[in-house]
Structures are given as C-alpha cells and as structure tokens.
C-alpha cells in the first residue's frame, strides 16, 4: 500500500475529514493530491500528518527506512535531552546504550550530538573531566556552527570551570557568546549566560557578573519563561551583596525564593531563605 493510500486509510479510520487533516499543515487540496498519489509528500509535512493522524513514521515507511531510522533519532535526541535536563546522567546512560545500533547510523549533526553526549558521560557519570575535556576541545574543531556548537563551547567553558580554571571557561563562555544569533533557542543562550555569570562571580568580577546577569534576565523575561530566572535572580542578588548594595540584593534574593517555590526546587528554596535570613537580621542591626 502506497502513502496516500495508507494516509487516506488512516484519516477514514478515525474519521477524520480532509480539511480537518489539512488544517493549520498544509491545504485539503494537498491532502487530496497526496492521495491521490499526485504528489509525494516532504518528511517534514509527513511528521506533521502523522502526529495530526496519531501514528509514527512507521506506519507509513516501514521500520527500516530511512524515513523510521530518522524518527526514531529525533525522539531519542529528545528523550536524551530531557535526562539531561534534570541531570539524570544513568538514564542518560541506559538511553545510549540501548540504542547503539541506532547511533552507528547517526550522521552529521546527530552524530556530532552523541559525541558530544558521550563527553559529558565521561564528566558527570565517569568523573573523567580530563577525559571530557579533551574529547570536546576535539569535538569543538569538528563543530563549525549552529546551536550545537555554542552547548560544545559551554560545555567546554563548564569543564574548566570545574578545573577551577576560570580564565580559560572565561574565554570559552566568550566564545560563545560572540557568535549568538537572533534565531538560536533561548535556553541554549541563557544556560550559557548563567554559566559565564558563575564564572565571573567566582572570580569576584562582580560589576560584570551584573552585566551578564542582566543579559540573561531580559532575555528569559522577554520569552515569557521561568527557565533559569530563579538562578539568574539569585546571581543578581549574590553580586549586589557583595558590592554592598544589601537591600537591593535582598530583593533579587526574596524574588529568586518565590520562584524556586513556584517551581517546587525546596533545596534552592530553603538555601536561599537562610541568605534571607540573614542579610535582614544585618539589616535590622545596622538601622
């Protein structure tokens, strides 16, 4: 059976029409010629039909084309991520490794992407960060652009930084951010900007920890997000305190708290609340 044909079996399983298949993807005459077998249809609107019908990939190409086997990488690229999200590095671990046969055949960017993976294993699984660093500095050299070269740099910044190194991450996180582009995604950039505002405070480079800090508040404000405006508050605070702007600090420090509550983070919570605590116990005493 032919893809429209298998589109049109689908649609009529469910009993959906034409237009409500076509709707915000594409045209019902699309639809139609599709079916029609007038047209072959791109991977990018088949992704889009076969999550409007409810089925993956497979149901239309088969388990071993070319079309399932990019399916398949894309929801485990996915799935990768989200792990390494939440610092899950075992599940990270489990994923790779049931999936091998899978990542053999990864090619360009995705096979960039579980090298770079397999790098951060070495770190935060392993404990090899001189392991890990050497693979991504290599890594970085194959990378020439896109998104997933600013998360290699950052990554390489975050290695030296645990090195305690901070003039070299001081130089990647620069890096990185000297080639930001309007179109890269906003978690990418502001993980970064956090990372470089880390390595700025522990340099007690305080004044510009400020600036970067501030960067990465308007841009996660401008997305209407809470991702990591907890963190970038709690720097804001964290510096202003160390510049002696107290009051202004326990501010940031009190607005980092209700956000960490709002996201359920209880560890960061109630750390922050003894900073709260007693930044105004100080404040009382010298009134």
């Known amino acids: 059976m032919k893809i429209g044909e298998k589109i049109k079996e689908r649609r009529i399983e469910i009993k959906m029409t034409q237009t409500g298949l076509s709707e915000g993807i594409c045209t019902q005459a699309m639809i139609s010629r599709i079916e029609k077998r007038k047209v072959k249809p791109s991977r990018e609107l088949m992704e889009k039909l076969a999550e409007r019908l409810e089925v993956s990939l497979h149901y239309f190409y088969g388990e071993d084309s070319v079309e399932s086997r990019y399916s398949k990488m894309n929801q485990l690229r996915k799935l990768v991520r989200q792990h390494l999200e939440r610092r899950e590095y075992d599940n990270v671990s489990y994923l790779i490794s049931t999936n091998e046969e ?3 055949h990864a090619m360009g960017q995705d096979q960039l992407f579980f090298e770079w993976i397999k790098a951060l294993l070495y770190a935060y699984r392993d404990g090899e960060n ?11 050299e194959q990378t020439k652009n896109g998104e997933l070269r600013i998360e ?3 990554s390489i910044g975050n290695q030296y930084l645990r090195k ?7 130089k990647y996180y620069k890096k990185g951010f000297s080639i930001f582009s309007e179109w890269m995604n906003h978690e990418k950039k502001a993980k970064l900007l956090l ?7 522990r340099q007690k480079k305080y004044t510009e920890c400020i600036d970067k800090v501030f960067q990465g508040l308007n841009l996660v404000v401008s997305k209407n997000t809470l991702f990591l405006l907890g963190d970038f508050l709690y ?10 702007q107290k009051k202004d600090s326990l501010r940031s420090y009190k607005k980092a708290r209700t956000i960490f509550d709002i996201q359920k983070n209880e560890n960061y919570a109630v750390s922050i609340q003894l900073i709260i605590d007693r930044l105004e116990k100080e404040l009382a005493e010298n009134d």
Do not use: F, P
């Open 195 to 201: 990372n470089y505002s880390v390595c700025l405070a």
């Open 102 to 104: 899978l990542i053999d």
């Open 164 to 170: 305690k190194e901070y003039k070299l991450a001081e």
């Open 152 to 154: 290699i740099i950052d």
């Open 130 to 140: 001189d392991k890990a660093l050497s693979h991504l500095l290599t890594l970085e």
């Open 235 to 244: 720097y804001k605070g964290y510096c202003l305190e160390k510049l002696g």
